[in-house]
Each structure stands twice: as C-alpha cells, then as structure tokens.
C-alpha cells in the first residue's frame, strides 16, 4: 500500500503532519529519495514511527503527500496567473512572458523539491497520474489562450500541450541545472525569444 492513510482535522495533528513532512522535504533534499527513511523523518521531525505510519505506510507515501502540496501551491500560483491573462487580453510577447516568469519563479520557490520530483524520484504509475493531470490542466488554460491570441494552429491541443512539456524541460534545466558560465536569466529571455519565435511562425 502506497496511499496516504488519513489526513488530520485537528490543530494539533495537523502540525504533527505539517512537520513530518517538513522534516521529509528537508531529507529528501539533502539525501535523495534513496537515501531517506522514514525512521529518519520521524526522528527529523520530533515524532515517534508509529505516529508517523499513523499517516503515512511508507516514504513513497510521503513523496505522494509532498507532490500533492507541491502540485497545490504550483496551480493556485499559475490559476492567478491566468485570470490575469483573460481579464487583461495581453499580446503574445506579455502572455509568455508571463507563463514563463510564473514558471520560473515556481521553480525557483523550492528547488529542492523540483529536483526531487524530477530528477530522483521513481515515477510511480500515482505520482505519474498526478503529473499528467496537471499537465493537462495546464495544457487546457495554455490552449485556450493560444485560441484567443490566434496563433493555436490547426491541432490547438496537440500545440498546447508540446509547449507546456518543453517549457517545463526547458525552465528547469535553465533554473536548476543551467550549464557552467551561463546566466539563468539569460537563459530565461532566451526561452520567451524562442517560444515566441516558435508560435508567431
């Protein structure tokens, strides 16, 4: 079993859970996923075993918990993000300069956790799920303002979805991995000039 067991209702249990799992970002970050335990989170984060398996079975337990929260603030950022672009209308250049920034500053808010989910993590078929839902919600707003900047093509979905699976490439190797001497904001500008480039052909 690899599911969260319950979520807590209660003040006090819920900072029991808030600081498992503070204590489990902070250890995935410095060991990996490989390297972490879940008998090193619970002494991490001031609990006993038992009250950590209380929530959670297992580590991969604790990675579905942390994408989740991850995933939460990530698309409540970009819905703001989008809201502004449907009540501002804004040209091409603006709209993904926007996504692109939003992006970004995503990435930069908790790089631990991006290498975590991207780089370390097994890409178990829930974690894989939850991914492709938000990708494909994100792929969905992203359409819909391809449609209303005239530029979606003739397979508006298809465009939609390709761009947000490589700015998400592209964003992170820029943020978190940029190549040595490279500026990442540089890079950055580079992304929203080739973006750009790429839909207004």
């Known amino acids: 079993m690899t599911g969260i067991r319950k979520k807590p209702r209660q003040q006090r249990s819920r900072a029991t859970w808030d600081a498992i799992l503070e204590a489990a970002a902070q250890l995935f970050g410095e060991r990996g996923y490989t390297g972490t335990t879940t ?12 009250s950590l398996y209380q929530y959670f079975p297992n580590k991969e337990a604790l990675l579905l918990a942390l994408s989740e929260q991850h995933m939460e603030h990530s698309g409540t950022v970009l819905h703001t993000v989008f809201e502004h672009l449907e009540r501002e209308h804004p040209g091409l250049e603006e709209t993904v300069s926007r996504l692109v920034d939003a992006a970004v500053e995503l990435h930069r808010h908790n ?5 975590l989910l991207f780089e370390q993590t097994p890409r ?6 939850r991914f492709q839902r938000l990708e494909s919600l994100m792929a969905a707003a992203v359409g819909a303002q391809l449609r209303r900047l005239g530029v979606a093509g003739p397979r508006p979905e298809a465009r939609a979805l390709l761009l947000v699976q490589s700015l998400e490439a ?8 940029p190549p040595d001497g490279a500026n990442t904001d540089t ?15």
């Open 39 to 50: 008998n090193k989170v619970a002494e991490r984060a001031g609990v006993s075993i038992g």
């Open 111 to 115: 790089p631990n956790m991006h290498r």
């Open 124 to 129: 178990s078929p829930t974690l894989m799920a």
């Open 170 to 177: 592209q964003i992170h190797g820029a943020v978190l991995s």
């Open 187 to 201: 890079l950055v500008t580079e992304i929203k000039a080739l973006c750009v480039a790429s839909l207004a052909s």
